[in-house]
């Protein structure tokens, strides 16, 4: 039995998803945000922590972008392979959300036409969408607002399966360092090892979406998330890079099958703005 | 003389500045910015240079200004502005030690200074000051006008007066050489 999901329905979603997204931070980063205060030794960087959560809530009580980077649109759909989708295209749909609810909220046009002209599209199309198909009849729409500041931090590299996993901690803890100031931490790290070239970044990003400060489901990732969260706090980097013991807020690794040959480790940067919905239709 | 130490601690600012207000700036100073400061991001240091090159008049006088690298959400009915918070300053290293050297006192952003910009703050006695990245919202609050001077076609990227009330932010590179983020992670660094 097929299920019939009207573009108008999808479209409709996006729109709610990006203006809640922008407005009002998920509840697993406000912790976060509350959790780095009762171990923040640095004066300015509590002061900086207090700030994001009053940021936080005057975005969500007065409907103001918690962030003026409102993002390029991320989009990870997952299409149940029993749904048909009516009326058009998915893409299109997602994008017609896209654009009635960044000039409904008015949330800020970031997107430009084209690397090189670098002209404005206007309302912030087009989002960057994966599509996953699986069982059933279901289609779950996850979005992220994503900063371009943050996302200019981001790296890729290709390990030697010799360079093995003390390879991939130093790239990592490199990748925080790099960041830096420039993609206002605290941050939170996505990272894909595995996989190929493409698979490990957008591994990288979809690993954003755990709920942070939950536990990885792999004992043995979950201890390394933990060992590289301690490290990268070490740094001394701090709230906004003004000096603290909270450089990072969370770090969320996906792993996958690879090559004998190889081990491409990807990082997505994402800041403290971390805005992500998600819905099922 | 526009910079006095607050009670708090917080040193007001009101622009202009002079190169006497700048000497008296230092890395990890809070201040409190209030009168007229501009915004300019990539789009528009774009359209700078060229000018500055050619020795053409700028759209805004430069002299003892502070330029904000934002780019802000469009106003809701009712407000003056949307969410106005900092964007990466190195982008703009390219452009800075030519503005500097027309007499720009302060620019204001995130992240690092390349070492040609630290150099030109010296030089020229300039200030770089931090803004709360990711604090959109808080920010606004503190922007009482906002019109556009020039390049409106650049939308969220043209420049714009901006007259502010005791903007919040922090010196980051001062002009004797003082890095914020250098101290601050030499404090804070745990091995």
Redesign the interface.
């Known amino acids: 039995m097929t299920r019939d999901v009207h573009v108008s329905a999808i479209a409709d979603a996006v729109k709610k998803l990006c203006m809640e997204a922008n407005v009002s931070l998920e509840p697993d980063v406000l912790r976060a945000f509350d959790r780095a205060l009762t171990t923040e ?2 004066p ?2 509590r002061q ?1 922590l207090q ?2 959560k ?2 936080a809530e ?2 969500r009580t ?9 993002g390029m649109v991320v989009c990870f759909v997952e299409l149940g392979q029993d749904v048909h989708v009516t009326g058009g295209g998915l893409e299109a749909a997602i994008n017609e959300g896209i654009r009635q609810g960044y000039k409904e909220g ?5 997107i430009v036409k084209s690397p090189f002209d ?1 002209v ?1 599209t ?1 309302d912030n199309t087009p989002g960057v969408v994966h599509v996953d198909v699986t069982p059933g009849a279901a289609l779950k729409i996850m979005i992220m607002a994503k ?1 371009g ?1 943050c996302e ?1 931090r981001s790296r890729y590299t290709m390990l030697t399966p010799a360079a093995g996993l003390p390879g991939v901690k130093d790239f990592v803890i490199e990748c925080v360092k790099t960041a ?5 931490p605290p941050l939170i790290l996505g990272v894909g090892i595995g996989g190929t070239f493409e698979k490990a970044a957008i591994l990288s990003k979809k690993a954003l979406f755990r709920e942070l400060g939950s536990p990885n489901p792999d004992p043995m990732v979950d201890a390394l998330e933990k060992e590289l969260l301690d490290k990268a706090n ?5 709230p ?6 909270t450089t990072s807020l969370g770090i969320h690794i996906l792993t996958y099958p690879c090559h004998i040959t190889s081990l491409p480790v990807a990082v997505t940067i994402e ?3 971390h805005r992500h919905k998600e819905v099922t239709l | 003389m526009s910079v006095t130490a607050g009670s708090d601690g917080i040193k007001d600012i009101t622009t202009p500045l002079t190169d006497a207000d700048v000497q008296s700036l230092k890395a990890g100073d809070r201040v409190r910015i209030s009168g007229v400061i501009y915004t300019a991001r990539d ?1 528009a240091h774009g359209r700078l240079l060229p000018l500055i090159e050619k020795g053409e008049k700028l759209p805004i006088d430069v002299k003892g200004a502070i330029i904000y690298y ?7 009915p009712g ?1 003056v502005i ?4 900092p ?2 300053a ?1 982008r703009m290293d390219k452009f800075t030690p030519a503005l500097l050297k027309l007499g720009l006192k302060g620019t204001m952003g ?3 200074r390349g070492q040609p910009v630290k150099d030109a703050l010296r030089e020229y006695r300039g200030v770089y000051f ?1 803004a ?7 920010l ?2 503190h922007i009482k006008t906002a019109e556009f001077v020039a390049y409106e076609d650049l ?2 990227e043209a420049i714009r007066r901006l007259e502010v009330e005791a903007f ?1 932010a ?1 010196v980051i590179n001062d002009c004797h050489g003082g890095d ?2 250098q ?9």
């Open positions: 030794r640095s300015a960087g900086v700030i994001l009053d940021n005057l975005a007065k409907r103001i972008p918690y962030c003026q980077d409102t008015y949330l800020r046009a970031s670098r404005n206007g900063g500041g200019n830096g100031p420039d993609a206002c070490r740094l001394g980097i701090g906004q890079g003004y000096g603290g013991d800041c403290h703005a | 789009a934002t780019g802000p959400t469009p106003p809701q407000q949307g969410a106005i918070g964007t990466t190195s995130k992240g690092y931090g709360i990245g990711g604090a959109g919202a808080v606004s609050r939308g969220t919040p922090i914020l983020y101290d601050g992670q030499k404090q804070y660094a745990r091995e």
